[in-house]
């Protein structure tokens, strides 16, 4: 499974951001798709994830201002991201996996694929 980010970039405090993450994979709507994101000096942290049923799951940080979905016709994931401050900069990075069960969906290495991550640099 190849999964490709896009869709970060610089913006101020209180503005959007919506990133894509594109994917290869043959059954797309099998897998568990999620984010995470890593700041500098900083551990690889959940952000959402969304699994085969739609339903989401949010890191308490962001709950209420991010909004992940999917759609299984485009094999792409989608993080609508608002009211955005200056600690959610990091770089961040999608990931894939099919056999992963629901008590795993927060942890990194619990996942198999993984995108090469897109920048998100938010100013005060």
């Known amino acids: 499974v190849q999964l490709q980010a896009s869709g970060g970039g610089s913006v101020l405090a209180g503005d959007s951001l919506r990133l894509s993450c594109a994917a290869s994979?043959?059954?797309?709507?099998?897998?568990?798709m999620s984010w995470f994101r890593q700041a500098p000096g900083k551990e690889r942290e959940f952000v959402s994830a969304?699994?085969?049923?739609?339903?989401?799951f949010y890191a308490d940080s962001v709950k209420g201002r991010f909004t992940i979905s999917r759609d299984n016709a485009r094999n792409t994931v989608y993080l609508q991201m608002s009211g955005l401050k200056p600690e959610d900069t990091a770089v961040y990075y999608c990931?894939?996996?099919?056999?992963?069960?629901?008590?795993?969906?927060?942890?990194?290495?619990?996942?198999?694929?993984w995108g090469q991550g897109t920048q998100v640099t938010v100013s005060s």
């Open positions: 990931a894939a996996d099919r056999q992963i069960i629901m008590s795993s969906y927060f942890t990194a290495n619990s996942y198999a694929w």
């Open positions: 994979a043959v059954r797309f709507r099998d897998y568990v």
């Open positions: 969304i699994n085969r049923s739609n339903s989401p």
